[in-house]
């Protein structure tokens, strides 16, 4: 059966949904803590997606040790981890540029395409996470195919006053110490809060001494993943005036975090290592490593004028990355580093990145159709520098003009629809070598890694939806094209990736992704029990992705294997599955799944699947939280087990992935003090310090185990005039 | 009506269950390979290269289904920055400053789609190279882009 026909049955059994009408209104199917609502999506153009929401309080219970990490127990959710403390986001198998962060408004932008860069947020500086799984294109423009993480501050206090708490906790698997501060306060109309979080972690611990690189038997003192060490610091601050006619809130942020790289293995590059020097201390950060500062600024203002409410959101973001490395001569580089250098000897790569956005639109009531138009507007500054090169320095223009439209034909059927036109230029900045390549003729010749470029993208995209509630199901289905337009380096790179053997080449004629995708969600309540399923189909017509390809080259690629970014057909399917069961009022059952499978349909990796492919997964949680009592308020105890399947799909460099159970277990408890209580939460993951491989674990390919066993331990401590939440 | 509904969301399903109707394309998932135990293999670990000679690489390729090409790269270590993929380690000099290192950088595409192949180069090493470590990279691909490599370390002696 091709799309089309596929697509016409979706379109039909949609606009068909109106004539089955007149159903009691029935009880929105919640799951709690992750759960898939329709009620209060009912209200916003997304309301027709599946959408999974955390609050601040299970972000502290999951406490991982990264924001996605943390993430990554909700089905369909997963983190691509980079050791134990740095993670990038996953949505239903496509990551990296494929799924959008937003926060407070504005899309979080840094390096995002990068194997080894995580994603620059503080977990504890987070009030409230949705994750909306499938295409928001229509919402977000570029980027947002897979979907959005979507993170908003700590809300301030309904009432005047001052409050906060204080979060020490510890982690035992890489002696990780930290604190975070969050304060929340409201005199009248004026609202204010801050936070600062700070953490420092050794070296963490795998179950196991020697890890192979290739066939050289790696020794791990004290089975310490040498060097993976770090430092974070965040900081945030915001303020603004709440009424009900108009608000205007700014939000001031700054990340930072220093990290230490596997010292043995650098990509897939094995490392000569001074055990003497590397072994020293678990605590500091040698070569190599990263680090990262991410400055954020934004405005968000709503004013409501009559029918309209009208909403400006601005932002400012600079992303500066620094990864460091000893000066290594690779193919035709100079054996010794030229004094004469302008560029530092152990920089090895740099981009700074500043980021401008705008956002304005109006939402107004016209019958019984709740209509949002609106624009927005955004430019990238992409400067690189350091010895070694990638992607190159680019400006990157982008432009969107949107309507969607919530149609209310009755209490049981909301209707959803969205057209969006977007516009952008890409001016990519000529590259040359520094250095002299030994080329065909035996000419010596500082190599053009990047053509200076300039390429526009337009594209029209849509998206109809429906939600109905029929008799105790609730359901949401969804359709729509999206597309995220070339990056700099998909179309520019003509660079060496040596820690991966790689000669990446961009093709400047490729054209934007166009992706068409369907979502399903069926939720109900049948007596204590809640069930949730969403499957999803996707299409790509021309999924750009980094071909591996059979040859080398000896002249431009010093010798490295030729990887050139190319476009294919590619076909994705899957689904998650929620039920939540209480045999007893104080006992839980939870069931947890997700399955995507992907499939390049055309190209040269016709059959094969996408790179990260997440193997499917099941988690079996259960879960008592017996009555408060005297001194132990809201007590809980739960265990979970996740059992993740084999991933026998891969695309050339990946290697199979054995399938794995992990245990985990979660105790807490707020112990009354006074007229507050303290809360305090353990976490024992990995409980029988299972070793295991996570095929989207960016140490996959060296072969590199998991974090074993962690015990976390966390202790909050309320102050201020109101403890409750 | 309610039955209506039904039956759209049941074909609907059949829908997704026809377009994701597995078809069994064989694909390619297996690594080619680079085979040095051979008497007549060159370089192995911890070989010595006398400068001024020529010598000749040589390795047996071979792939499941077809080989594309080979590469070697051939490197200073005299700063210890590189590893080999060998269990077996070699004696490393002192670190030193390199003056004129031996480089060498070769491509060659394996002709035909074979399953095997015996690679084979000739390498002049000039006379007035650093004398040391180094770290002899062997690559290969086959055809549907996997790849393998072996990082040798060897030794040029005067």
Redesign the interface.
Same mark, same amino acid.
């Given at each position: 059966?091709n799309?089309r026909?596929?697509f016409t049955? =979706?379109l039909?059994?949609i606009l068909?949904?109106p004539?089955?009408?007149q159903e009691k209104v029935t009880k929105t199917v919640g799951l709690k803590e992750v759960l898939v609502e329709g009620k209060r999506y009912g209200q916003s153009a997304e309301g027709a997606m599946s959408v999974a929401i955390l609050t601040n309080d299970s972000l502290q219970k999951y406490q991982a040790g990264s924001l996605m990490q943390t993430l990554d127990r909700v089905p369909g959710v997963n983190a691509i981890g980079i050791g134990a403390s740095q993670s990038k986001p996953q949505i239903r198998g496509l990551g990296f540029n494929r799924v959008a962060t937003v926060e407070n408004g504005i899309k979080h932008e840094g390096q995002q395409w990068g194997l080894d860069h995580g994603l620059e947020i503080d977990q504890f500086g987070v009030g409230a996470v949705e994750i909306i799984k499938g295409a928001s294109s229509f919402m977000y423009g570029s980027d947002a195919i897979a979907g959005v993480i979507r993170l908003s501050s700590p809300t301030a206090p309904q009432e005047n006053g001052l409050q906060g708490h204080i979060n020490l906790f510890t982690r035992s698997n890489n002696a990780s110490y930290g604190a975070a501060l969050q304060l929340q306060g409201r005199k009248n109309n004026w609202i204010f809060g801050g936070g600062v979080t700070h953490l420092d972690y050794a070296d963490y611990r795998v179950p196991t001494d020697t890890v192979y690189?290739?066939?050289? *038997?790696v020794r791990l003192k004290n089975r310490q993943v040498r060097n993976t060490a770090g430092r974070e610091t965040s900081l945030q601050f915001r303020t603004g005036y709440v009424s009900e006619r108009f608000s205007s809130i700014l939000y001031l942020s700054n990340y930072h975090t220093k990290i230490g790289f596997f010292a043995?293995a650098h990509g897939?590059? +094995?490392? @000569?290592? /001074?055990t003497a020097l590397y072994d020293r201390s678990d605590r500091d950060i040698l070569y190599p490593s990263q680090q990262v500062n991410h400055f954020k600024l934004i405005s968000r203002n709503n004013i409501t004028q009559g029918v309209h409410k009208i909403w400006l959101d601005l932002g400012y973001q600079r992303n500066y990355r620094q990864e460091f490395n000893?000066y290594? *001569?690779? @193919?035709?580089m100079p054996?010794?580093y030229p004094q004469d250098m302008a560029i530092p000897m152990n920089l090895e790569r740099l981009y700074d990145k500043e980021i401008y956005h705008i956002t304005l639109k109006d939402e107004f009531n016209l019958a019984s159709h709740r209509l949002t138009i609106g624009g927005n507007a955004e430019q990238q500054l992409n400067h690189i520098d350091g010895w070694s090169f990638l992607i190159p320095g680019y400006r990157q223009k982008a432009m969107g003009v949107f309507i969607h439209d919530r149609y209310t034909i009755n209490e049981q059927t909301i209707l959803y629809g969205a057209l969006r036109y977007d516009h952008s230029t890409m001016h990519s900045f000529p590259y040359q070598d520094w250095f002299a390549s030994?080329l065909e003729n035996n000419q010596s010749v500082h190599v053009v890694r990047a053509d200076e470029l300039h390429r526009s993208f337009h594209s029209l995209i849509w998206s109809l939806g429906a939600t109905r509630q029929? @008799?105790q199901w609730e359901t949401k289905l969804n359709v729509g094209k999206s597309f995220r337009a070339p990056l700099a380096q998909e179309l520019a790179a003509n660079g060496v990736n040596y820690h991966y !053997?790689s000669y990446e080449k961009g093709n400047t004629s490729l054209s934007p992704e166009q992706s068409y995708q369907m979502d =399903?969600s069926v939720a109900r309540s049948i007596g204590s029990a809640n069930f949730a399923f969403t +499957?999803f !189909?996707n299409y790509f017509s021309n999924y750009i992705y980094l071909?591996?390809?059979?040859?080398? /080259?000896?002249y431009y690629g010093? %010798?490295?294997?030729i990887f050139e970014y190319a476009q294919s057909k590619v076909?994705r399917?899957g689904a998650e599955l929620q039920v939540e069961y209480r045999p007893l009022k104080d006992l839980k059952i939870e069931l947890l799944g997700e399955y995507v499978?992907s499939k390049q349909l055309s190209g040269?990796?016709? %059959?094969?699947t996408l790179p990260f492919s997440p193997a499917p997964s099941l988690v079996l949680d259960v879960s008592w939280s017996p009555r408060s009592s005297r001194y132990f308020k809201e007590p809980y105890l739960s265990l979970d087990s996740k059992w993740t399947a084999n991933q026998?799909h891969?695309v050339? +460099?990946e290697e199979?992935t054995k399938g794995y159970q992990v245990l985990n277990l979660r105790a807490g408890t707020q112990l009354p003090l006074g007229r507050s209580a303290l809360q305090l939460r353990l976490q024992i993951q990995n409980i029988l310090d299972t070793k295991y491989m996570n095929h989207t674990s960016f140490y996959r390919l060296i072969s590199l185990p998991e974090q074993g066993r962690n015990i976390i331990l966390s202790l909050g401590i309320p102050f201020g005039e109101q403890n409750r939440s | 009506? &309610?039955i209506?509904?039904k039956y759209?969301?049941m074909?609907?399903m059949a829908?997704?269950t026809?377009?994701?109707k597995k078809e069994k394309?064989p694909?390619d #998932?297996e690594k080619p390979t680079i085979d040095i135990r051979a008497e007549s293999a060159f370089p192995k670990q911890c070989s010595q290269i006398k400068r001024g000679s020529t010598v000749t690489f040589r390795a047996q390729l071979s792939d499941n289904v077809a080989l594309?090409?080979? $590469?070697?790269?051939v490197?200073?270590?005299f700063?210890?920055? $590189?590893? #080999?993929?060998?269990?077996e380690e070699c004696t490393l000099e002192p670190i030193k400053?390199?003056v004129k290192?031996f480089?060498l950088?070769?491509?060659?595409?394996i002709p035909g789609q074979v399953q095997q192949y015996d690679a084979q180069l000739q390498i002049d090493v000039p006379a007035d190279v650093d004398p040391g470590n180094y770290h002899f990279m062997i690559?290969v691909?086959? &055809? #549907?882009?996997? $790849?393998s490599?072996?990082?040798i370390s060897v030794r040029i002696v005067e």
């Open positions: 059966m799309k026909t596929i049955l =979706l039909t059994s068909s949904v004539n089955y009408a690189v290739y066939n050289y *038997a043995n897939l590059e +094995p490392r @000569g290592v /001074d000893n290594t *001569a690779h @193919g035709y054996p010794v030994r029929i @008799g !053997f =399903l +499957p !189909f071909n591996p390809t059979s040859g080398y /080259d000896q010093a %010798g490295n294997q076909q399917y499978r040269s990796k016709k %059959g094969y026998q891969i050339p +460099p199979k | 009506m &309610q209506r509904k759209a969301v074909a609907l829908a997704f026809i377009a994701c394309e694909i #998932s594309g090409s080979y $590469s070697i790269d490197h200073h270590n700063d210890h920055h $590189s590893h #080999s993929t060998e269990v400053k390199p290192p480089v950088v070769k491509s060659v595409n690559r691909t086959d &055809q #549907s882009g996997w $790849s490599q072996r990082g």
